[in-house]
């Protein structure tokens, strides 16, 4: 693994499902980041983690829920879909709050 | 609020110069963030700034006027490849990124 790896790549989902989407990270970064990106809007923080067993809630958590039970890894769970959760879902990490981030290559999901 | 404010949509010669512009409002600023987005695909760093001035790297450079809350990214001897999207993000006094909307940036032949 190198740098930040997201699955699944893609997913079709029925409103009311539960859905993790996970992401990890192998560059030993203390912050992760979870955006959602659609179309016309900037990048919207969902939760964020500024180190393992830490972490916060962003522009737009509701519908949300994250754990950070080690370094590497950082789930997002919806725990009831809703259509409006349809999105880009982009994974990040960066060495510290104030540090670049570096971007995962995406979930795309739609909830129909 | 906290915003940003960036054109959504350039068009460029390739071979040419293009300036892609971004006015941001935030709580506090602790740093000003271009990133390039091909279609498709992951956000990928491109520069920070932090003090006024320009930074160059290679064909692009970026800068920042504090006191004007602007920046904007240039990108010299444009090439085909550079058709993306070019996202501007403040961070703000809480260390979150405030993302504009992007600027899609068509290079023609």
Redesign the interface.
Known sequence: IAGITQAPTSQILAAGRRMTLRCTQDMRHNAMYWYRQDL??????IH?SNTAGTTGK?EVPDGYSVSRANTDDFPLTLASAVPSQTSVY?CASSDG??D???????TRLTVL | GQNIDQPTEMTATEGAIVQINCTYQTSGFNGLFWYQQHAGEAPTFLSYNVLDGLEEKGRFSSFLSRSKGYSYLLLKELQMKDSASYLCAAMDSNYQLIWGAGTKLIIKP
Do not use: D
Not at chain 1, 40 to 45: E, I, Q, S
Not at chain 1, 100 to 106: A, D, N, R, S
């Open positions: 016309g809007l900037g990048l919207r923080l964020y962003g982009f709050p104030a670049t981030q570096y971007f995962g290559p995406g």
